[in-house]
Nanobody, 125 residues
Framework: QVQLVESGGGLVQAGGSLRLSCAAS????????MGWFRQAPGKERDFVAA????????KYADSAKGRFTVSRGNAKNTVYLEMNSLKPEDTAVYYC??????????????????WGQGTQVTVSS
């Protein structure tokens, strides 16, 4: 089991930036895929970005390409989501997720085994 704690959400104006952090504990991180998802009110949980911890392979949703960057921190148990040029439609609760039993980076929420509690991101126009 992996425990995940997100931080870094908040209120920002359109065009601004935020960096979300996800601290993981409970398992060897070299075997993890770490993903970011988001869920707006009344909508399904959507994939944003994900990273293979050992190989550095990453994957992005089309909405995130060119604006968001997922990366590993210097601390071995932390993954970040750097979000730039934010838009009101980026407003959502952002969740960190871990895929424990595979190193393949995927965009499907049901393939992830552990989830954080979420952090709210609100982008004002």
């Amino acid at each position: 089991q992996v425990q995940l704690v997100e931080s870094g959400g908040g209120l920002v104006q359109a065009g601004g930036s935020l960096r979300l952090s996800c601290a993981a504990s409970g398992r060897a991180f070299s075997s993890l895929v770490m993903g970011w998802f988001r869920q707006a009110p009344g909508k399904e949980r959507d994939f944003v970005a994900a990273l293979n911890w050992s190989g550095g392979t990453s994957k992005y949703a089309d909405s995130a390409k060119g604006r968001f960057t997922v990366s590993r921190g210097n601390a071995k148990n932390t993954v970040y989501l750097e979000m730039n040029s934010l838009k009101p439609e980026d407003t959502a609760v952002y969740y960190c997720a871990a895929r424990v039993f595979s190193r393949i980076v995927v965009a499907t929420a049901k393939e992830y085994d552990s989830w954080g509690q979420g952090t709210q991101v609100t982008v004002s126009s």
